[in-house]
């Protein structure tokens, strides 16, 4: 397959193209800007839809119009905008209507800074808006993985009708690497049980809606989408593991920094440091049972974040605190060094 | 015996949850009548608000989206621009498009959007119980101005018909109301010509609907229609502010 | 092995296309590779950097912190990066621009005048260009049809007549 070199921002919008999406909603942010200007140039041509909308919060409703009629729809912004779109995603979530947000992170909080973070994991998998929900939320760490990412959360929320982010940041969204595009079968999925397109007087009406003022008719809902997101969490993880089989330090981190500790691994394993590396690909559902296993000859756990510390919360539950979790991390945009990461790995020592 | 006057099939044979004399039900009749009389049900995808109107979704017999509160143009801008085929349309109040909506509202319509909105204009906020709507009128007292609606502190009503008819984007905007026979029969003309706009493609038509909250403006169904009359329409003038279908046919 | 390239000047001089010749060289070649450009305020006419990294194997960290090879087009960009530079690493500078030189033992230098060199040959904006030709003569890091290839590559069709400068500019970079 040819291999073409892109920044991450433009082949997550071809991959989206090539997934079959035909629409694009979304407003200027830096630094995801080039997903938006990819998809103005090649949307219309694809036989798509792009529009520019007037704020993050009508881009995301567009999305939950077009998707509620059963198209592949996805936005895509940096920090600030996503808290915007928030609330569009809780309907989302609560009208069960798949959609793929895209999530190139930037330091915050408030307007924060413009270079590469990963201060939106909390965001990102505990409260994407308001209300008893989960989205699915995928960590590429490559530019090829944002291609491949894509395609698979497209699939994934249609085959359970739940939206999906795909968390990157600014860092992946501007680096260019070398990608492939694999041959993918985009319209694997029947929407016709629910989608808004027009009864053409042959069925009942069809209704896209989050609002139950019965609290009954709200709780057996939300209890039986949390019945899919166990099917969900059962079926659906994924997580790299690397050099994991004798390590004694694991270090786990995601996304850009996963990259950065893969070189510091690397570097203490050429010290005689026995490292690993658990790098989740799904963040929601967080991979428990790989890092179990990635972890189960680990003395220490060594966490790596481009923030104060966010997915810590989830290593420490899934290993159930059965082992010491350090962490080190840097924030405010500033990416951490293997250099930096290799000293804390001296520093908690590990067998040689 | 000839039937003279019938329930839409569109419309659905439920019982609504609206308060007694609310017109609502009279603006829910008139779409469904022209849904029935254009023969686009089938076709047709509702949008409804954040209000009153927000559980139309049980009561509109087309497909049917609940958007955000404010969002409807929003969403119903999603659903054309994928489905240019279907008819889209929006139901939505004062407080929802012309408050926490009104730059979707704006932005839609000065994109030319090509759907329709249905805007009940009856100065109030319903569901919520009454407080100050960006209709309320100056002097009306509601929950939130107790002491009536003072414009130094709380502003002015927006217009929304006369502000819409300055975007070029805007195809039809007419303010009718649902106070007597003959304004029911003109405002079921007007949202007839806004799906026939949509269907030859004219772009964004906001038919603006001034109806009562008998609830909670504290008077009966016949007082309110009466206050309708007397305070709103001298306030919101009943016409068409925009028709680029009667300037294209002036041009002829 | 991996060859960690930094390229940094102003905004305007090229710095993040000749970075990306660099990449496409590295795609031309089956390599793993990264380029990475510094992005924000600069984009508007500061200061501009980017990182590209060449290998073997797949890339970790894309950020250059201790370039192997430094390309420095501006005074700023040199004082800032210099002493990063890895022992044994190799700088390019633009001497036209960059007035200072260089002290330490442990890496080389080599000094082109190359803004001087493009305009004394009707090459307008071709330093950076000029700078990848001595590159690639000095480390050996692609080959010359390499680099042309990835010329050709990176060029937009609209601007096909460019590529014959941009060959005329890297032989110009190779044989000074």
């Given at each position: 397959?040819?291999?073409?070199?892109?920044?991450?921002?433009?082949?997550?919008?071809?991959?989206?193209?090539?997934?079959?999406?035909?629409?694009?909603?979304?407003?200027?942010?830096?630094p995801q800007t080039e997903l938006a200007a990819y998809m103005a140039k090649r949307m219309h041509k694809a036989g798509g839809v792009f529009l520019q909308a007037e704020s993050e919060i009508a881009a995301i409703n567009m999305v939950l119009g077009a998707a509620s009629t059963g198209v592949r729809a996805m936005t895509s912004s940096s920090s600030p905008g996503v808290s915007l779109k928030a609330e569009g995603i809780s309907y989302l979530a609560g009208s069960d209507v798949p959609?793929?947000?895209?999530?190139?992170?930037?330091?915050?909080?408030?307007?924060?800074?413009?270079?590469?973070?990963?201060?939106?994991?909390?965001?990102?998998?505990?409260?994407?808006?308001?209300?008893?929900?989960?989205?699915?939320?995928?960590?590429?760490?490559?530019?090829?993985?944002?291609?491949?990412?894509?395609?698979?959360?497209?699939?994934?929320?249609?085959?359970?009708?739940?939206?999906?982010?795909?968390?990157?940041?600014?860092?992946?969204?501007?680096?260019?690497?070398?990608?492939?595009?694999?041959?993918?079968?985009?319209?694997?999925?029947?929407?016709?049980?629910?989608?808004?397109?027009?009864?053409?007087?042959?069925?009942?009406?069809?209704?896209?809606?989050?609002?139950?003022?019965?609290?009954?008719?709200?709780?057996?809902?939300?209890?039986?989408?949390?019945?899919?997101?166990?099917?969900?969490?059962?079926?659906?993880?994924?997580?790299?593991?690397?050099?994991?089989?004798?390590?004694?330090?694991?270090?786990?981190?995601?996304?850009?920094?996963?990259?950065?500790?893969?070189?510091?691994?690397?570097?203490?394993?050429?010290?005689?440091?026995?490292?690993?590396?658990?790098?989740?690909?799904?963040?929601?559902?967080?991979?428990?049972?790989?890092?179990?296993?990635?972890?189960?000859?680990?003395?220490?756990?060594?966490?790596?974040?481009?923030?104060?510390?966010?997915?810590?919360?989830?290593?420490?539950?899934?290993?159930?605190?059965?082992?010491?979790?350090?962490?080190?991390?840097?924030?405010?945009?500033?990416?951490?060094?293997?250099?930096?990461?290799?000293?804390?790995?001296?520093?908690?020592?590990?067998?040689? | 015996?000839?039937?003279?006057?019938?329930?839409?099939?569109?419309?659905?044979?439920?019982?609504?949850?609206?308060?007694?004399?609310?017109?609502?039900?009279?603006?829910?009749?008139?779409?469904?009548?022209?849904?029935?009389?254009?023969?686009?049900?089938?076709?047709?995808?509702?949008?409804?608000?954040?209000?009153?109107?927000?559980?139309?979704?049980?009561?509109?017999?087309?497909?049917?989206?609940?958007?955000?509160?404010?969002?409807?143009?929003?969403?119903?801008?999603?659903?054309?621009?994928?489905?240019?085929?279907?008819?889209?349309?929006?139901?939505?109040?004062?407080?929802?498009?012309?408050?926490?909506?009104?730059?979707?509202?704006?932005?839609?319509?000065?994109?030319?959007?090509?759907?329709?909105?249905?805007?009940?204009?009856?100065?109030?906020?319903?569901?919520?119980?009454?407080?100050?709507?960006?209709?309320?009128?100056?002097?009306?007292?509601?929950?939130?101005?107790?002491?009536?609606?003072?414009?130094?502190?709380?502003?002015?009503?927006?217009?929304?018909?006369?502000?819409?008819?300055?975007?070029?984007?805007?195809?039809?905007?007419?303010?009718?109301?649902?106070?007597?026979?003959?304004?029911?029969?003109?405002?079921?003309?007007?949202?007839?010509?806004?799906?026939?706009?949509?269907?030859?493609?004219?772009?964004?038509?906001?038919?603006?609907?001034?109806?009562?909250?008998?609830?909670?403006?504290?008077?009966?169904?016949?007082?309110?229609?009466?206050?309708?009359?007397?305070?709103?329409?001298?306030?919101?003038?009943?016409?068409?502010?925009?028709?680029?279908?009667?300037?294209?046919?002036?041009?002829? | 092995?991996?060859?960690?390239?930094?390229?940094?000047?102003?905004?305007?001089?090229?710095?993040?296309?000749?970075?990306?010749?660099?990449?496409?060289?590295?795609?031309?070649?089956?390599?793993?590779?990264?380029?990475?450009?510094?992005?924000?305020?600069?984009?508007?006419?500061?200061?501009?950097?980017?990182?590209?990294?060449?290998?073997?194997?797949?890339?970790?960290?894309?950020?250059?912190?201790?370039?192997?090879?430094?390309?420095?087009?501006?005074?700023?960009?040199?004082?800032?990066?210099?002493?990063?530079?890895?022992?044994?690493?190799?700088?390019?500078?633009?001497?036209?621009?960059?007035?200072?030189?260089?002290?330490?033992?442990?890496?080389?230098?080599?000094?082109?005048?190359?803004?001087?060199?493009?305009?004394?040959?009707?090459?307008?904006?071709?330093?950076?260009?000029?700078?990848?030709?001595?590159?690639?003569?000095?480390?050996?890091?692609?080959?010359?049809?390499?680099?042309?290839?990835?010329?050709?590559?990176?060029?937009?069709?609209?601007?096909?007549?460019?590529?014959?400068?941009?060959?005329?500019?890297?032989?110009?970079?190779?044989?000074?």
């Amino acid at each position: 397959m040819e291999r073409n070199l892109m920044k991450g921002n433009e082949a997550l919008a071809e991959a989206a193209i090539r997934a079959g999406c035909k629409c694009f909603f979304g407003y200027p942010i830096t630094p995801q800007t080039e997903l938006a200007a990819y998809m103005a140039k090649r949307m219309h041509k694809a036989g798509g839809v792009f529009l520019q909308a007037e704020s993050e919060i009508a881009a995301i409703n567009m999305v939950l119009g077009a998707a509620s009629t059963g198209v592949r729809a996805m936005t895509s912004s940096s920090s600030p905008g996503v808290s915007l779109k928030a609330e569009g995603i809780s309907y989302l979530a609560g009208s069960d209507v798949p959609a793929l947000i895209i999530n190139v992170q930037r330091g915050g909080p408030g307007l924060g800074g413009i270079q590469p973070s990963q201060a939106d994991y909390w965001q990102a998998t505990r409260a994407m808006g308001h209300g008893d929900f989960h989205i699915l939320v995928f960590a590429p760490s490559s530019v090829q993985e944002m291609v491949d990412m894509v395609t698979k959360a497209f699939d994934t929320a249609d085959k359970y009708r739940v939206p999906a982010m795909i968390l990157a940041d600014g860092l992946l969204g501007q680096m260019m690497e070398p990608v492939t595009f694999p041959e993918i079968d985009a319209n694997a999925h029947d929407k016709s049980s629910w989608a808004a397109t027009g009864h053409k007087n042959e069925r009942e009406h069809h209704i896209i809606n989050s609002l139950y003022l019965q609290p009954d008719g709200l709780e057996k809902t939300v209890v039986e989408r949390f019945k899919r997101y166990e099917i969900i969490k059962a079926e659906e993880t994924d997580a790299e593991l690397y050099l994991t089989e004798d390590c004694d330090i694991l270090l786990c981190a995601y996304g850009a920094s996963a990259r950065v500790a893969k070189s510091a691994v690397n570097s203490a394993r050429e010290l005689g440091i026995k490292a690993g590396l658990f790098r989740p690909k799904t963040l929601w559902p967080f991979p428990v049972k790989e890092i179990n296993e990635a972890a189960k000859n680990a003395s220490v756990i060594l966490d790596v974040e481009m923030s104060m510390g966010q997915m810590i919360d989830d290593v420490k539950l899934a290993l159930n605190c059965s082992k010491p979790v350090e962490f080190f991390g840097r924030t405010g945009g500033i990416i951490p060094t293997p250099a930096e990461v290799l000293e804390e790995i001296k520093k908690l020592g590990g067998a040689q | 015996m000839a039937v003279v006057f019938e329930r839409p099939k569109s419309l659905l044979d439920v019982s609504t949850h609206y308060c007694p004399g609310c017109t609502h039900g009279i603006v829910h009749r008139l779409v469904c009548e022209v849904l029935d009389e254009m023969d686009i049900a089938g076709d047709t995808i509702g949008v409804c608000p954040v209000g009153c109107s927000v559980m139309a979704y049980d009561y509109f017999g087309c497909d049917m989206i609940e958007a955000p509160h404010g969002r409807a143009p929003a969403v119903a801008t999603g659903v054309k621009r994928t489905n240019p085929d279907k008819f889209v349309f929006t139901y939505q109040g004062d407080g929802d498009l012309a408050a926490i909506g009104t730059c979707e509202t704006v932005h839609s319509a000065t994109r030319g959007e090509n759907i329709v909105v249905i805007f009940i204009n009856n100065t109030i906020y319903g569901m919520t119980g009454g407080q100050m709507a960006p209709t309320t009128l100056p002097g009306q007292v509601t929950q939130t101005t107790p002491f009536g609606r003072d414009p130094k502190l709380a502003g002015y009503p927006v217009r929304v018909c006369e502000m819409l008819s300055t975007l070029t984007g805007t195809a039809y905007a007419h303010r009718v109301a649902v106070d007597s026979v003959p304004h029911i029969r003109e405002a079921k003309k007007a949202i007839r010509k806004a799906f026939e706009n949509q269907k030859a493609g004219k772009g964004f038509s906001i038919i603006e609907v001034l109806s009562t909250c008998p609830t909670n403006w504290g008077l009966t169904p016949v007082e309110a229609l009466q206050r309708l009359r007397d305070d709103m329409i001298p306030y919101y003038p009943l016409g068409v502010y925009k028709d680029i279908t009667a300037d294209e046919e002036g041009n002829k | 092995m991996t060859t960690e390239i930094l390229l940094a000047g102003f905004g305007g001089q090229g710095v993040l296309f000749a970075g990306k010749i660099l990449a496409y060289c590295g795609l031309m070649d089956s390599k793993e590779l990264s380029w990475l450009p510094s992005y924000g305020p600069e984009m508007r006419g500061g200061t501009a950097n980017c990182s590209v990294c060449i290998s073997d194997e797949p890339i970790g960290s894309p950020l250059v912190l201790a370039p192997d090879i430094l390309v420095a087009m501006n005074g700023p960009s040199y004082d800032k990066f210099i002493n990063a530079v890895k022992p044994g690493g190799k700088v390019f500078i633009d001497s036209t621009l960059v007035e200072a030189k260089c002290e330490r033992t442990d890496i080389e230098c080599y000094y082109i005048p190359s803004s001087q060199l493009a305009d004394d040959n009707q090459l307008k904006g071709g330093s950076n260009i000029i700078l990848l030709g001595k590159i690639i003569k000095e480390t050996g890091i692609f080959s010359l049809e390499t680099m042309k290839k990835a010329i050709e590559k990176v060029v937009p069709p609209s601007k096909a007549h460019l590529i014959a400068n941009n060959f005329r500019a890297i032989e110009l970079g190779m044989n000074n």
